[in-house]
């Protein structure tokens, strides 16, 4: 028999979509108006623990939206991570600023030990403003990414921020439903310690609106902000004024329907991706050379993505090994490769990268979609174990 295609990460719209967008075309609202928009927004909110959200059509125009309501602008640095997706941080550039990469811990998140040591030995803080010593730049911000649904060291990470007077943009566009169980942020979600948040809902994102994003913060008058930049920043809807340099970056009523019906989701979503993570890790850790990344402890993870680690001793590479699950039609794939590898990046500062260059070689992210079976994981298992 023919074995069918394992995708990596795939859409799951087994809820209302259908209804509730069928409702929206039905309504006439397509575009940004319409009563689903804020709907979307009190759900995501509500589910977050936050007074409000500002829905936008892409995690990438929420974090060009949380610079500029942070007031990163020409001639400003920012700390960001050099191992993630590059729309991370292509929106500090996008504010005029420039990113200063930083390598991960054994989260995969952002190290704050290593934040700390550049801070240290690179920057001062005078009348509470960061400087650069060797650029003079302000220093006004840092970016922290939960990758693939894990938590970034928050403590750690909030104190220094604190210390240092810098803006934190939690970048949690990968782990919607990501919170602490346990320490000073029990009950806190990531995205909703920081500044700014902001969730993603692409379609490979764990709840999807086609293209989406969402942004929440601790100051009400910043958020405000975001939601006036997001629509064109007119103060006056009848009369067509305009008080600064808007987007169109709002989100439509069509995505915001299928937002609602995903939010239903959510939870069942998780609980699904946490059983087949269980399932991968019981079936290879400590196998073949084989070990599943853990999620933090003290935290509820989402369980966005899975990493497999492939350890040296393992006969074939990384790349051998995503190209034999390619032909058994299972889609795999490396992480990302650094950002400050990336073409427009390379002039920029760079330290602690070590650890972020040693686990980009040896991760495979495996399939890890809501509608993955256990028959399908125990095939890509089997592949695996017979390498
Ligand atoms: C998906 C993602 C984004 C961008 O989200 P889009 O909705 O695709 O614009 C930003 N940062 C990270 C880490 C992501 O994974």
């Given at each position: ?8 990460s795939?859409p799951n ?27 979307f927004e009190?759900a995501v909110a509500d589910y977050v623990k936050m007074?409000?959200a500002?829905a936008?059509?892409s995690g990438?125009?929420g ?82 990414v939960h990758v693939f649904g894990n938590m ?18 939690e970048d949690a566009t990968e782990a919607l439903g990501t919170y ?8 806190k979600y990531a995205g909703t310690i920081?500044?700014?948040g902001v969730y993603s809902f692409n379609g490979n994102k764990i709840i999807t609106t086609?293209?989406g994003g969402m942004v929440v ?42 937002g609602l019906?995903q939010m239903e989701q959510l939870e069942d979503f998780i609980a699904?991706k946490e ?24 935290v509820r993870s989402n369980h966005w993505f ?64 809501t ?17």
């Amino acid at each position: 028999m023919e074995s069918r295609f394992i995708p990596l990460s795939v859409p799951n719209f087994s809820g209302r979509e259908k209804e509730y967008v069928n409702e929206a075309v039905v309504s006439e609202w397509v575009s940004t108006g319409g009563s689903k928009v804020p709907q979307f927004e009190r759900a995501v909110a509500d589910y977050v623990k936050m007074p409000d959200a500002v829905a936008c059509n892409s995690g990438t125009s929420g974090l060009h939206l949380a610079m500029m309501i942070a007031g990163v602008g020409r001639g400003h640095e920012v700390i960001v991570p050099t191992l993630t997706f590059i729309a991370a941080v292509n929106p500090v550039r996008y504010a005029g600023a420039e990113p200063i990469f930083i390598g991960c811990d054994d989260s995969l998140c952002l190290c704050p030990a290593e934040v700390l040591r550049f801070l240290k030995e690179h920057a001062e803080c005078v009348n509470g403003v960061c400087r650069n010593k060797a650029t003079g730049a302000e220093i006004k911000a840092m970016v922290v990414v939960h990758v693939f649904g894990n938590m970034a060291d928050m403590q750690a990470l909030m104190k220094i921020a604190e210390e240092w007077h810098l803006t934190v943009i939690e970048d949690a566009t990968e782990a919607l439903g990501t919170y602490y169980t346990e320490g000073v942020y029990q009950g806190k979600y990531a995205g909703t310690i920081g500044d700014i948040g902001v969730y993603s809902f692409n379609g490979n994102k764990i709840i999807t609106t086609g293209s989406g994003g969402m942004v929440v913060s601790n100051h009400p008058d910043w958020l405000s902000h975001a939601r006036h930049l997001s629509t064109q920043a007119k103060s006056d809807e009848l009369n067509y004024k305009h008080d600064e340099v808007g987007y169109n970056y709002r989100l439509t009523n069509l995505q915001a329907a299928l937002g609602l019906a995903q939010m239903e989701q959510l939870e069942d979503f998780i609980a699904h991706k946490e059983k087949m993570y269980e399932f991968y890790r019981e079936r290879l850790d400590g196998k073949h050379h084989y070990r599943i990344l853990p999620f933090c402890e003290g935290v509820r993870s989402n369980h966005w993505f899975y990493s497999l680690y492939v350890e040296d001793g393992h006969s074939l590479s990384r790349d051998e090994i995503i190209q034999v699950l390619k032909e058994q039609k299972i889609q795999t794939r490396p992480i990302w490769g650094l950002i400050q590898d990336q073409a427009d990046y390379p002039k920029n500062e760079a330290y602690g990268e070590e650890k972020a260059r040693h686990y980009l070689e040896r991760i495979v992210n495996l399939p890890c979609s809501t509608s993955l079976t256990q028959e399908d994981a125990e095939r890509v298992v089997q592949v695996l174990l017979s390498l």
